[in-house]
């Protein structure tokens, strides 16, 4: 019959030698141990070896140097060989069953009649037991047997569900914070934050329209005015006779040339009128009927009256550079240069980081810097200025504040709660000058909900095994729990009306969160 060898490996094990010897049924297999190979040397290994090919029919042999297992081979009735080549020239074991026992192995003698005696006597008394006495042992047992299932699913079975609210509480910190260029570092115990300066050089134009006047020579209005005779007689009106509006205030003309009045009541003459000096320009330009009164001797004889109104009279001025106009636009430029350095150093910074527009100032001009278009008293209508400046703030980062605030309230806890996740909030109060110089003032505020903690466990320990209202009186008298919200208890079956006496069997919750 061919020989199947096998090369056993480091790696092989039980399962995959039994896998092997499932295809060889009936042949003859020769396992080869390599002498560097530790595994599947035990007396142990060989056994389940030799059994698993026995149930193969398999013809099993080894080839080994191990002293040990060639001991444990001739032990078992294994062939075992030295080499491959003395496998194929020598005589094969054939496996056999061990169908007699060792002499150490032989049942002790025939029992003595006292001994027999004793255990018919046994019997015998066994068989005159009363079967009233049977039955109420067998009852007794099925009792016990019922009150041990009946305690076990007693306390196996019953369930709680404790649903309980968390006592809650909302904790602020204000802190009084002082920003200082000086500081290099946050200062949590003076409440001082480092506070950086910002420069900028930044450049603008402006424009504003000039506000002085120069009059120039200006142009009388004229009229023409109806002069009519009070009386029977001529009435002769010199030159220079001086006539004047009646409403508001009064607006002097005289007439340019003597004329005379025909006599007799209600004749009439027309003359021309002119604005006096101390009324020319466009003062003059009365409407119809305002020149009506004659001043003087001749009011009493005459009467007077401009049916059209007067015309050409003309102010002729120009705009002049006022020193106001300098004031105006010196201000109006370094309004800009600040807004256009506030938007330079904004672009530069963090989220986190914030100029303080009450530190935003001028720090350095020059005379070279500002260039006006003209000056004062100069006649134009309008002047512009170039100016060029170097513009300072200062910047804190409300980081710092922040780790300040959330430190303070951190502190503020109390014993048994902590910080609920999200809930922490800042606020920043506006800036003030402070009284050093490249100091700011602040107020920061900060709060936070706090939940308080519970050893869930614990409160199940002692949960266990009370009543209904004692557990309600337990739980109320937890501080950690609110009474805003009072604990729930769900029992199952809930006709039960204690606890379980278990408390894996108690379910300790928190509600949902508001």
Known sequence: MEIVSYNLEATDTLVSLRQRLAGLRGRRVLLIWPEA????RSKLDLVLIQREADRRAVQLAIVTTDEMQRLYAAELNISCFDSLEAS??????????????????????????EDLALIAGRLSRRNQRSRWRTLMERLAVLALLAGVVGAALYAVVPGAEVVVSLQKETITVVVDVVADRKADALRANSAIIPAQVLRETVETSATVPATGTVWLDSVSAAAIVTFANLGADQVDIP??????????????????????????????????VE?????????????????????????????????????????????TVAAGDKRQL???????LQSLA???????????????IESLRIEQERKEWTRFSADVGAMTSELSLTMRAVVSALVVDDRYGRQLTAARLRDKI??????????????????KIGRADGQINFTATASAAVIATFEGEQLRE???????????????MQPELSSKRPPRISLYPPSLQRMPIMAVRIRVRESERQ
């Open 342 to 356: 506030y938007e330079q150093m904004r672009a530069g910074l963090s989220e986190s980081q914030v100029i303080i």
């Open 37 to 40: 190979a530790a595994n599947l």
């Open 462 to 476: 002692r949960l266990a095994g009370i009543s209904l209202a004692e557990a309600r009186d337990l739980l109320a």
């Open 414 to 431: 109390p014993a048994n709660f902590e910080l609920v996740a999200d809930s922490l909030t800042y606020a920043r109060g506006p800036f």
């Open 239 to 272: 030159r220079g006779t001086i006539l004047a509006t009646s409403a508001g205030e009064p607006i002097l003309f005289e007439t340019a040339a003597q004329v005379v009045v025909p006599a007799g009541v209600g004749q009439r003459v027309d003359a021309t």
């Open 88 to 113: 194929q020239s020598s005589r094969w074991k054939r496996g056999r069953k061990k169908l007699f026992l060792p002499r150490y192995h032989k049942p002790s003698p025939d029992l003595r009649a």
């Open 275 to 319: 604005a006096m000096t101390s009324h020319r320009g466009s003062v003059g330009n009365v409407g119809p009927g305002m020149i009506n009164t004659v001043l003087g001797e001749l009011s009493d004889r005459v009467s007077a009256i401009n049916l059209a109104p007067a015309a050409g009279g003309s102010n002729q001025s120009v705009k």
């Open 330 to 336: 010196l201000e109006s430029a370094r309004i800009q």
